[in-house]
């Protein structure tokens, strides 16, 4: 329930609070005074913006609330509080504006989504969306859901699950043949790769190896020569000339030359070495006269697969290893194809049928809406119309439901069923609306209602009634109503006058009228008639 209303520097309205104590308040006022504008001070908690024309300087609308348990846990992520009382405020400057709940900054979409649920406004623009097919489909599936929780709370588990397998449906690749050949080509790659079994570095060694092949018998003859001196070296008298060379050292190896003759005595055991060496060399060489060519073709491939995967040998072993991180994502990718679209299709068939058994439960209580409809039609002065539902099976599951269910209107007993939109005039909608709005809003959990000039088109007569029906709708919610008519203010049990004052500069303000005063304005709103 809305307790009290205080705005500040918006619009004409430069400090206006209004305390709201009784469940049906009328608010009344001449034209221009500023009707619309406080609408549009209560309607920014719904919106979420304040036009810029209206903050001109620096202002704020704040709202103070009871609320239950179910408010208070929308908002225990962004501002938790104790209680059954909260204060939503909308601050703002030309420049920026901020949003409030008990003194805590929150996102805008909080306030706005926390103020659907405590506070709904009726205006001439609520006839417009009445016309809107998707408007009476929220409508009547807010009432529904509202009045049988437990019926949707499978399918809105079933429809979560729905949504998040088709957003991953959605984000996959949607050529699914590009997939599946990109996957062909990656199991080529790697199998073409993977068979040539490579070893790192090992084309420096088989380059090497082919060098030597080719180049075997040039290696094999100066080996042959170098093994031929050093086999012949006593006649050369080698050893001997070294013999020299090591005695003379030695005896110099008191007097600083330690280092030379140690060298010179290991210059016989190198020669000795490097004979055997060179000797071991040329025994190798005796390979298999295929060998060169399995080389070369082993050398070959690896350049080869150097040449699509490389630059290096390096690089192609390292993109095997990306290769196949790349496959095994597109095969992830190919089993989601193949997990996702069926579950998704056995979902969807299951919330199809759970809508069904949803419709068939709440049809009896869609049919006694209807009469209690039509019954505040007949009162409102429209006995010959009739209202009937619209209920159409979905091909897609929607948040809502998977059906739709939109208004139909004859006005006539010989006339067929028509959308609402394409038979109700302005004053019928009107009427429509009230009469749709007294049945349906004792069936859901907003406390606070608010009509702007919903008796707009309608007679004296007509205002009586209307004026009637909203006191009835008073007994289960609070009704504040922006009303010219005197007959509907007349059934009001608090007033309240916006008034407009010409100083300085214009500005407007909202009083409570006391008893005196309000039968004063009911008076002059009748243009001094007592009726």
Request: proline share 3%.
């Amino acid at each position: 329930m809305l307790l009290s209303l205080s705005i500040k520097n918006f619009g004409l309205f430069k400090s206006a609070n209004v305390d709201f104590s009784n469940n049906f308040c009328a608010i009344t006022g001449e034209s221009g005074t500023g009707k619309s504008m406080f609408l549009n001070a209560l309607n920014l908690f719904l919106i979420g913006n304040v036009p810029q024309n209206l903050k001109t300087s620096e202002g704020s609308v704040s709202a103070y609330f009871t609320v239950n348990e179910f408010i208070k846990d929308m908002l225990q992520e962004y501002a938790p509080f104790d209680g059954d009382e909260l204060i939503l405020a909308v601050n703002f400057t030309p420049k920026k504006t901020l949003f409030r709940v008990n003194d805590t900054i929150v996102p805008r979409n909080v306030v706005q989504e926390v103020s659907k649920y405590l506070l709904e406004i009726h205006s001439q623009d609520s006839n417009i969306a009445l016309r809107d097919e998707n408007y009476q489909n929220s409508l009547i599936f807010k009432i529904l859901r509202d009045k049988f929780p437990e019926y949707f709370s499978e399918y809105d588990k079933g429809y979560q699950e729905y949504l998040n397998l088709k957003r991953k449906l959605e984000n996959l690749p949607t050529n699914k043949t590009e997939i599946f050949r990109n996957i062909d080509i990656l199991n080529y790659q790697i199998q073409e790769i993977e068979e040539a079994n490579l070893q790192p570095r090992e084309d420096d060694e088989l380059s090497a190896r082919f060098k030597t092949l080719n180049n075997m018998e040039e290696i094999r003859e100066r080996l042959v020569e170098s093994l031929n001196i050093l086999k012949d070296r006593d006649e050369q008298s080698i050893d001997q000339e070294i013999g020299y060379i090591i005695y003379n050292l030695s005896k110099l190896k008191d007097f600083g030359f330690g280092e030379e003759y140690s060298l010179a005595s290991s210059i016989q055991e190198q020669i000795d070495e490097l004979y055997t060496l060179l000797e071991n060399r040329l025994s190798e060489l005796d390979t298999d006269p295929e060998e060169l060519e399995r080389v070369s073709e082993r050398l070959n491939k690896i350049i080869e697969l150097k040449r699509k995967y490389g630059p290096s040998l390096e690089d192609v072993l390292e993109n095997l290893n990306k290769f196949k991180i790349q496959k095994s994502e597109l095969e992830e990718i190919k089993n989601d194809f193949h997990e996702l679209e069926p579950r998704l299709s056995k979902l969807k068939e299951e919330l199809l049928e759970l809508s069904d058994k949803i419709i068939e439960k709440v049809t009896p209580f869609l049919n006694d809406l209807k009469s209690h409809i039509e019954n505040n039609l007949k009162d409102l002065n429209m006995e010959n119309s009739k209202i009937d539902w619209k209920i159409e099976k979905l091909k897609e599951p929607k948040k809502e439901s998977a059906h739709r269910i939109t208004f139909l209107l004859k006005t006539n007993p010989k006339s067929k069923f028509m959308p609402l939109a394409e038979i109700a005039s302005g004053g019928e909608l009107s009427r429509i609306i009230l009469a749709v709005e007294v049945v349906l809003g004792k069936n859901h959990a907003i406390d606070t209602m608010v009509f702007d000039e919903i008796d707009s088109g309608v007679g004296p007569r007509m205002a009586d009634v209307v004026g009637n029906k909203l006191n009835e709708l008073s007994k289960d919610k609070q009704i504040i109503v922006i009303t010219h008519m005197p007959q509907v203010a007349n059934f009001a049990t608090e007033h309240f006058k916006i008034v407009k004052s010409l100083n300085e500069e214009t500005t407007s303000t909202i009083v409570k009228l006391s008893e005196n005063e309000r039968l004063e304005e009911i008076k002059e709103m009748y243009g001094n008639i007592v009726y």
